[in-house]
């Protein structure tokens, strides 16, 4: 994730996004505890049939805990599915944050009422990232429900009632990106402070047909950071992060330059180049319900392994697997045009699963990279593919 | 120890996610043994070697296997929710 607010603002402001100033392999895990969805969201794969269909079992997905937390996982990011439909959900997080882990719900929302937000405030989850894509009509019409956009605000009214941080996830699509300032008002009055802006991901054909195109792509991003020096301005200590395309390295660190000058981005570069751009296969790994353990949270279409049959960590290490092993040695493999990349160090060739998915080719150009040849330095433009 | 039936399990839960999971093995080289990297989602066995085509490009042998085919037996010790 690219932390714009932190990027950007001074150091006197209080919401800055702490981050882990090094990438550490299997620093983040993605688990989705259930294949149950109450919602079909237009821009994601069905997670699965339904609940019965192999979900880890609550002593199953403890003993995978138990696994991550020893083996050195800061983050359970805990995805679906729509995981609030595990009744077991507020044990299994409690059970992670008493093992150490820093654990975050992501959810649709409409199912975060008093009682379970009081109990997942009480197994100390840190903040549920709730997903708001659009103003009103919009979002119900990518959630698939009339009524989804009001049900997912009552959901974060009860969680900030309970004491529980809320985010909102904001997914760009070819639809909704107009909508980016209005959401952010709207739910920052209501007490919001944590806005997450995430590109499309996508390991098929279907969901990229939902894709915006690389003028609008740049339009957004930079709403993202315009919206956040403005807010700043006003007094909002709002904090904002962009993720899903590292593209956006490049471009957040170009806004830098023109907006606060050469004396800060030296900042902003050294941060971003910690984050160290896309970690697939790296220090961001994903399991699915039934336990096969993924490269990142949306190439679903290809497992390392299964907990089942191999502790997480154990699948994690092994590096006679090619492609975890040339994603972790990727400059070797990368797209010609990534390595010599002015912003190579905060993106490392950004989204292989999204490059399969768009040309059959692993280490083609990602399709969300729309920087220019002259934007990233290329001395010889022609030469570029 | 394989002869001690108590301390393995079998696992005969569902793999596919909507669809067939497919184990791919490759040979590296011919003095290579057969190596298991992983698993790929695809409806027909013909969706399976294009996904594993497309991921493996260095092998002398490529085998996939339907997941459901395989029968598992793991010592408990490597099982989640079990104790060793």
């Known amino acids: ?385 | 120890m394989m002869d001690d039936a108590n301390t393995f399990d079998a696992g005969d839960q569902p793999r596919g996610r909507g669809s067939h999971e497919w184990e791919v093995l490759i040979r590296e080289a011919a003095e290579e043994p057969l190596r298991h990297v992983g698993s790929v989602t695809a409806d027909d066995r013909e969706g399976a070697r294009e996904q594993a085509e497309a991921l493996f490009e260095e092998y002398v042998a490529l085998w996939l296997c339907p997941a459901e085919a395989v029968s598992r037996h793991t010592a408990a010790a490597l099982t989640p929710g079990e104790t060793a």
């Open chain 1, 1 to 385: 994730m690219i932390p714009v607010s932190t990027l950007l603002g001074t150091e006197d402001d209080a919401a800055t996004t702490v981050i882990s100033r090094e990438s550490t392999r299997g620093a983040t895990v993605v688990w989705h505890a259930t294949g149950g969805d109450n919602l079909e969201c237009a821009y994601r794969e069905a997670a699965g049939p339904g609940r019965a269909e192999g979900e880890l079992t609550t002593a199953e997905a403890k003993g995978f805990i138990d696994d991550l937390a020893d083996y050195g996982v800061e983050v359970l990011r805990v995805a679906g599915g729509e995981p609030l439909l595990r009744e077991d959900l507020s044990e299994l997080i409690a059970h992670a944050t008493d093992s150490g882990l820093e654990t975050v719900l992501e959810t649709n929302g409409t199912l975060l009422r008093a009682e379970k937000s009081e109990a997942l405030a009480d197994a100390g989850l840190s903040y549920a990232a709730v997903a708001v894509d659009g103003l009103p009509d919009r979002h119900d019409e990518i959630w698939g429900r009339e009524g989804a956009f009001d049900d997912a605000v009552a959901g974060i009214e009860a969680a900030q009632a309970a004491d529980l941080p809320v985010a909102v996830r904001f997914t760009i699509t070819d639809e909704n990106a107009p909508d980016m300032e209005e959401v952010l008002d709207m739910l920052a009055l209501e007490g919001v402070k944590r806005f997450e802006f995430a590109h499309l991901e996508y390991d098929d054909n279907e969901v990229m047909d939902l894709d915006v195109d690389h003028d609008a792509r740049r339009r957004a991003v930079r709403r993202v950071c315009d919206l956040t020096l403005d807010a700043h301005e006003r007094g909002h200590e709002i904090e904002t992060v962009l993720s899903g395309n590292y593209a956006d390295a490049g471009y957040v660190y170009q806004y830098a330059l023109d907006e606060l000058g050469e004396d800060r981005v030296a900042a902003v570069r050294e941060t971003l180049e910690d984050i160290g751009g896309d970690q697939a296969g790296d220090a961001i790994a994903d399991v699915d319900y039934q336990g096969n353990v993924h490269l990142t949270p949306h190439w679903q279409r290809y497992a390392l392994g299964n907990v089942r049959d191999r502790p997480f960590s154990a699948i994690w290490e092994d590096e006679s697997n090619p492609i975890l092993r040339k994603l972790r040695d990727r400059e070797d493999h990368v797209p010609d045009r990534c390595p010599d990349c002015d912003y190579y160090a905060m993106c490392r060739g950004g989204s292989r699963h999204r490059a399969l998915a768009a040309t059959g080719d692993l280490w083609a150009r990602d399709p969300q990279c729309y920087l220019t040849d002259e934007e990233i330095g290329l001395e010889d433009p022609a030469s570029a593919d």
